[in-house]
């Protein structure tokens, strides 16, 4: 098994550019979640996505977008990229009883 | 805003010493998991404790949780260059429609041979 599969693993931007990072996972979780990582900050919650077909906001949604394209997969969006978003972002899904999340390896994404 | 705290931010110990990382929180939990992050790589998850439970232990690792001062603890014992890495506590509280863990900062342990 994959697990939790992350695109691209290195990006750099121009500030108002956008792209897409692509999460997929072959777990047959139900959750799916997008987190950044930031130095000294730990990990901070963007959107989540419970099932299929739903998303919802985390604690710092702003400047993203996402799409829950199905039960595997979950993209998130910058439509238009700043520094304040050069970041690692981080994929995980989750779906068993314990409630322990299984994450990629990350997208090192540089704005500049 | 960060729900757990770690404690130490960095901590440095020789082969073989026992190491001992903190988390505190602020608000009510469902459970509290510990995870292991090596530099460059995703978190792996190394061990959940419920909030019913005080203890748990999982090889090395041994866990505690107490309820009433919100706070947890990490302890590796033996310790091995291998386990240098960060470690990052994150709680889960009952929200909206699905499990939601908030991280904390991590401690950073370097474990010198």
């Known amino acids: ?112 | 805003s960060q729900q757990g705290e770690e404690d130490p931010q960095a901590l440095s110990i020789q082969e073989g010493e026992n190491a001992t990382m903190n988390c505190s929180y602020k608000t009510s939990i469902n459970n509290l998991q510990w995870y292991r992050q090596n530099s460059g790589r995703g978190l792996v998850h190394l061990i959940l404790i419920r909030s019913n439970e005080r203890e748990k232990h999982s090889g090395r690792l041994r866990v505690t949780l107490d309820t009433s001062k919100k706070s947890s603890s990490l302890l590796i014992t033996a310790s091995r260059a291998a386990d240098t890495a960060s470690y990052f506590c994150a709680t889960e509280i009952s929200s909206g429609s699905a499990r939601q863990l908030t991280f904390g900062s991590g401690t950073q342990l370097t474990v010198l041979p």
Not at chain 1, 45 to 62: F, H, Q, R
Not at chain 1, 85 to 105: D, I, P, R
């Open chain 1, 1 to 112: 098994n994959a697990g939790v599969t992350q695109t691209p693993k290195f990006q750099v931007l121009k500030t108002g550019q956008s792209m897409t990072l692509q999460c997929a996972q072959d777990m047959n979780h139900n959750s799916m979640y997008w987190y950044r990582q930031d130095p000294g900050m730990g990990l901070r919650l963007i959107y989540y996505s419970a099932s299929e077909g739903t998303t919802d906001k985390g604690e710092v949604p702003n400047g993203y977008n996402v799409s829950r394209l199905n039960k595997r997969e979950f993209s998130l969006r910058l439509e238009s990229a700043a520094p304040s978003q050069t970041s690692v972002y981080f994929c995980a899904s989750g779906g068993s009883y314990y409630g322990e999340l299984f994450f990629g390896e990350g997208s090192r994404l540089t704005v500049l």
